[in-house]
């Protein structure tokens, strides 16, 4: 867990959504799925937000500006810096024989990264609308649709190993279908490192932190 | 002698972020209670425009299960452990307390009396203190609700029923509603404000308790930096917690620390502690420190 003050490298938008590039500086980019705390500046929390594209020297993330912290976050410009820490939590089981990556909206945030680490895998990708959609063209061969359709129907019959991000909606529906998917989970977070209890989610009962038990969670074997 | 930097009980998990907690003078647990606790049910947590609002409901894995797994691992971290003790009953807080007594590496207990989020305790606050004195020879700290009319009359009653120290203050009750559908953010309705809004409201807690009572006095809310630290310093607090900001900040106890000395230092004194009470002019004496 590292903290680091970052300059922001280039802000780029990808339809209604806007990738942001940050220096790396030291902090490790971490593996797929696992996130950092974004300094939105003029905000008292931080953000968490998954690495969606690791280049060189960079980490780039993917924001949509829904609240007031992540319109701060898209608001920066060339030059500006922000303090980020991590990676933190629990990232996708690379460990997959035959991967399908499926997201849903800004849940395609960590799927370029992901979509790396794995050889470029199929991928299902849903959208709201056309004009979300064009964040599609972060991953290139994805297969897209847009609602009404949803990805649920376009899973194959035998799916494999499903890694997916996405709305609570989409995740529940992914998993009814596929239960020993992996599933890329979002909450409010106030500190992203297990401090504050403000995360939990229901995991076999019980209240767990999302930010260390998860994102990632994939139902116990 | 410097002032010692603590977390605010709930704002740090040592066993999951130990270097934060060695960064600490001292590491306040979160509230622990005779049996375990699931929490209150998400979201818990909302931010407002000055501060934060949340809703955890003292998520805890209750005496026993701290005893066996969380306290072998904090005697570990090096650090002076002080437990927070929570419950719903004097007999509540009695139990938690005995449990600790025998606890070597506990340092302090502090008693936390004002929590927002969940059913208050029918005795009052120095009922509460005096049953707890009876369980633990361990130094008792009383944690006070700034959501009262009178805090120096909080504080005198359970410096009577032999509170060692005050830890000022707890959160505040707050409410924040969603834009769209005007419901509360936070799933139980309100919530415990903290943030630099508090601040404020905390240091006047601290400055008339300070005039008050002769007790040590840990000194939180909204701290941010360490003027705001000399601050509380000034208003009569001997040692000072983080609370929010180590959410946004895991290194805010030594960068606390560092601004403190600097801010001191550019008042032309040696240590914090020597302007302990400056807030008061020469009407409050200087001798309490916290452990």
């Known amino acids: ?221 | 002698m410097t002032v010692p930097i603590l977390n605010a009980s709930g704002c740090l998990d040592a066993l999951v972020a130990p270097e934060v907690a060695r960064s600490l003078d001292a590491f306040v647990t979160k509230t622990v209670t005779p049996l375990s606790r699931e929490g209150n049910p998400p979201p818990r947590i909302a931010e407002t425009e000055h501060g934060m609002l949340n809703s955890i409901g003292l998520q805890n894995p209750g005496i026993a299960g701290f005893l066996r797994d969380h306290v072998p691992r904090l005697e570990d971290l090096g650090v002076p452990i002080w437990v927070s003790v929570g419950g719903f009953s004097a007999d509540d807080y009695a139990r938690v307390c005995a449990s600790i007594d025998g606890c070597d590496d506990v340092a302090a207990i502090e008693l936390n009396l004002s929590c927002p989020n969940v059913e208050e305790a029918p005795e009052t606050a120095a009922e509460l203190v005096a049953a707890a004195r009876a369980a633990t020879n361990k130094p008792l700290y009383a944690k006070l609700s700034p959501a009262t009319s009178d805090v120096a009359e909080s504080a005198r009653a359970v410096a009577d029923a032999g509170a060692d120290g005050l830890s000022l203050v707890n959160t505040i009750r707050g409410l924040q509603l969603e834009a769209d559908t005007l419901r509360p953010q936070i799933a139980n309705g309100p919530g415990g404000y903290s943030g630099p809004a508090l601040r404020p409201i905390a240091l006047a807690c601290v400055y008339a308790c300070a005039a008050a009572v002769d007790l040590p006095i840990v000194g939180m809310g909204g701290v941010t930096c360490g003027r705001d630290a000399l601050d509380f310093v000034s208003a009569g607090a001997s040692a000072v917690a983080l609370g929010t900001i180590l959410f946004s900040d895991p290194e805010a106890p030594a960068r606390v620390r560092a601004e403190l000395e600097a801010e001191v230092g550019r008042r032309g004194h040696d240590f914090a502690a020597g302007l302990r009470g400056a807030s008061h002019g020469s009407t409050l004496s200087r001798p309490a420190s916290a452990e």
């Open chain 1, 1 to 221: 867990m590292t903290r680091e003050r970052l300059r922001v490298v280039a802000r780029e938008r990808v339809g209604p959504y806007t990738l942001l590039r940050l220096e790396r500086g030291s902090l490790d980019p971490g593996i797929p799925g696992q996130f950092f705390m974004l300094e939105a500046p003029g905000r008292l929390l931080p953000r968490p937000m998954s690495l969606c594209q690791a280049p060189p020297g960079e980490l780039a993330f993917l924001i949509e500006p829904v609240g007031p912290g992540t319109r701060a976050l898209c608001a920066l410009e060339e030059g500006d810096a922000i303090h980020v820490l991590g990676p933190l939590g629990n990232g996708f089981d690379l460990d997959v024989e035959r991967p399908l990556l499926v997201a849903g909206g800004i849940g395609i945030a960590p799927m370029p990264y992901l979509s790396d680490a794995l050889g470029s895998p199929p991928a299902i990708l849903g959208f709201r609308s056309e004009r979300h959609a064009r964040a599609a063209a972060l991953l290139p061969d994805a297969e897209v649709v847009v609602e009404p359709r949803l990805v649920t129907e376009l899973l194959p019959e035998n799916p494999g190993d499903v890694l997916a991000c996405g709305p609570e909606p989409m995740l529940e529906a992914v998993r009814a279908l596929v239960p020993r998917a992996q599933l890329a989970w979002e909450a409010l977070m106030a500190c992203g490192y297990g401090a504050c209890y403000g995360c939990v989610v229901e995991v076999d009962g019980h209240y767990e932190r999302l930010c260390i038990a998860g994102p990632v969670l994939r139902e116990a074997a």
